[in-house]
């Protein structure tokens, strides 16, 4: 049966060490972008928004230039019967067809002027959606260029890191691979606290390399020795002596 090696602390906090030295270079590069990546992410999830406004807008006044024409064929509609109750009239025989055709003469009148006032009203609406759609088109123009812009700032950053980011990321998960998985657990729970990512610091100057805050003698002493895993009481930090930060 194979025995497994057993890593001193020395060795697993120079594994750690080695580690966010890699993951803080990549933490460079994602500086380096900035909110870039999200900016471009949040601007082509608005465009498509206003696309979708753009489109519904677009729908309703067909919508309603469709209604405009239905109203347009009443009105055609009712003038033709207008007409032909009026050659009727002449002919009527009696009070009750007279009164009976100019009864549908003014109801169709009424239909035409109904159907006018709905033309009217559509017009209206369709003047006051055109508004809307014409600003949402200039609004997507303007950040359609926005993002033209941002898109090129990024695509050039990534063009000059690509290279290196990847390295890095290879060489992350070779490192990751001969960390111990509890201490690896809590380094990438540490790395979570904190914007700039440190979970593992030096002692600079007698204070922690992280939040700054004095190391007593005696605790450095132990960071020293190597004997166990010592974090900074005030942040929380996994700390090194300053000489395994400097070895190569």
């Keep these: 049966m194979a025995t497994v090696k057993e890593y001193s602390v020395e060795e697993k906090l120079a594994s750690l060490y080695n580690l966010q030295k890699i993951e803080s270079k990549l933490d460079e590069i994602s500086v380096l972008k900035g909110e870039l990546p999200i900016e471009v992410r949040d601007l082509e999830d608005e465009i498509q928004g ?76 369709i003047q006051e959606k055109a508004r809307a759609l014409e600003g949402i088109k200039k609004t997507i123009g303007a950040k359609d260029a926005n993002l033209k812009v941002k898109k090129a700032e990024l695509d050039k950053i990534i ?66 020795q190597h004997k166990k895993i010592i974090v900074c009481e005030n942040c929380g930090r996994i700390l090194v002596d300053e000489e395994m930060a400097t070895a190569k």
Excluded: W
């Design 50 to 125: 206003l696309h979708a406004r753009e489109t519904r807008f677009e729908e309703e006044i067909n919508g309603i230039n469709e209604f405009i024409e239905q109203k347009k064929q009443t009105i055609t509609q009712s003038q033709d019967l207008v007409k032909k109750y009026e050659k009727q009239s002449d002919n009527v025989k009696n009070n009750r067809e007279y009164e009976a055709i100019n009864k549908e003469i003014e109801m169709q009148t009424l239909e035409v002027k109904l159907a006018e006032r709905h033309i009217k009203d559509a017009n209206e609406e």
């Design 159 to 224: 063009a000059e890191t690509e290279k290196e980011e990847n390295e890095l990321q290879a060489l992350s998960c070779k490192a990751r691979a001969a960390v111990d998985s509890r201490l690896l657990t809590s380094y990438d729970r540490i790395r979570k606290n904190f914007r700039n990512g440190l979970a593992v610091v030096s002692v600079l100057r007698d204070a922690c390399g992280g939040c700054f805050n004095a190391i007593p003698p005696q605790r450095q002493s132990e960071i020293r």
